[in-house]
Structure formats: C-alpha cells, structure tokens
T-cell receptor, first 116, second 113 residues
Framework: ETGVTQSPTHLIKTRGQQVTLRCSSQ?????VSWYQQALGQGPQFIFQ???????GRGNFPPRFSGLQFPNYSSELNVNALELDDSALYLC???????????????FGPGTRLTVT | GESVGLHLPTLSVQEGDNSIINCAYS??????FIWYKQESGKGPQFIID?????DKRQGQRVTVLLNKTVKHLSLQIAATQPGDSAVYFC????????????FGTGTRLLVSP
C-alpha cells in the first residue's frame, strides 16, 4: 500500500451536477497530482498541486478545478458534469519536485465516478 | 506531441517464463520513465523507474531497458508468477517544469499456471 487514500470509493452523479473528490497524500509528500483514467485507457494528467498552488495543468477544461490544503491533502472539483466524465479518478503524491526521488509518484486506489 | 504507446495489448505467458513488455515513446526530451502495474480495481503500483542518463536498471525480478536511439523502453519480468497478472503501463515525464506523467494505454499480462 502506498499510504495515499481517496474518498469516496464510488460515486454516481447526474449530468450537470457538481462533484468533489478527496485525496490524502503519503506522509512527507507535499505534491499531489490528479489523473483521469477512462476504461481501458492509461491515466491522463489533469493537474498538479505543490505547496497549495496549481503547479501545472493538462488538457482539461476550467470546470475541472482543485485545491490543496496546508496538510497537503487535496480536492478535485468537477462542475457541470458530462457523461464523458465517467472514469476512475486517481491522485498521486510525491516529494518536493526539487528533491531526489521527487519524480516518483505513488497512486491511491482511485474514485470511480459514473455520470448518468 | 507527447505520446507513449505499447506494441502489444495482451501478452500471455506460462508461469516460470520470462516476460518482456515493450513501450515506444515519442518525446525525445523526456528525462524520466516509470513502469507501473495496475491490478483490477486498484491504482497503479510503482514497479521501477529509470532516468534518461541510464540504459538499464534492475530491481527484484524486474529489469528496465532504455534505448534512447529508437525511443524504446522495455520491462523484463523474470520467472513470471500468476500474481504478476495485471495491466502494465509505461509512463514518461516530459520536459515541462512539473511532474506530469504521460501514460500509454497499457499491456495486459496474463500468466497461466
């Protein structure tokens, strides 16, 4: 186990609704990245948070937003849900990007979101 | 553009065989590569990584080979066991200033007893 936890495990939402997913990083890790994994695909990078600020973003629209808290836990918020948002949402934590080993990302179990 | 692809979507082997999973990448500026194992219903599990200044790195029963000339990465698993059955992803860290990993679509490894 990586020590990265996510909640909830599963979630069902209706198109147009909003959702908040949560992630607690591994002890000692101050960087959190979020990924979307569609069925049968590899994870796609959404964004990364480092010291409570967004540190990089993938090709996702602004309705995907996030937060990182002083304890380095993080939230992913998705507004105006669409059917194509149905996926496994993964968070990964890592060390400070400037440190040796900072590239290694350790993933949580994911939140399975279904949009109907 | 960035892309990481895998040659074979499914690899079937017998228990005890050695397995080789291949991966091609397109970003020649990538400086770091990782292999992950993902079992059904779980998040990706870190297996082994390699920096672009290395050609080979060994772990416990696993070896990663990097050929920068042809932009090819491989994962070798020695004495494959039924517990190795999973989907394997290679991922690269591109040349951005943050730790964005670009994943391929994965290779499913099936190990028969």
């Amino acid at each position: 186990e990586t020590g990265v936890t996510q909640s909830p495990t599963h979630l069902i939402k209706t198109r147009g609704q909003q959702v908040t997913l949560r992630c607690s990083s591994q002890s000692g890790h101050n960087t959190v990245s979020w990924y979307q994994q569609a069925l049968g695909q590899g994870p796609q990078f959404i964004f990364q948070y480092y010291r409570e600020e967004e540190n990089g973003r993938g090709n996702f629209p602004p309705r995907f937003s996030g937060l990182q808290f002083p304890n380095y836990s993080s939230e992913l918020n998705v507004n105006a849900l669409e059917l194509d948002d149905s996926a496994l949402y993964l968070c990964a934590s890592s060390l400070d990007p400037g440190l040796a080993g900072g590239n290694e990302q350790y993933f949580g179990p994911g939140t399975r979101l279904t949009v109907t | 553009g960035e892309s990481v692809g895998l040659h074979l979507p499914t690899l079937s082997v017998q228990e005890g065989d050695n397995s080789i999973i291949n991966c091609a990448y397109s970003n020649s500026a990538s400086d770091y590569f990782i292999w992950y194992k993902q079992e059904s219903g779980k998040g990706p599990q870190f297996i082994i990584d390699i920096r672009s200044n290395m050609d080979k790195r060994q772990g416990q029963r696993v070896t990663v080979l990097l050929n920068k000339t042809v932009k090819h990465l491989s994962l070798q698993i020695a004495a494959t066991q039924p517990g190795d059955s999973a989907v394997y992803f290679c991922a690269e860290k591109g040349n951005t200033g943050f730790q964005k990993l670009v994943f391929g679509t994965g290779t499913r490894l099936l190990v028969s007893p």
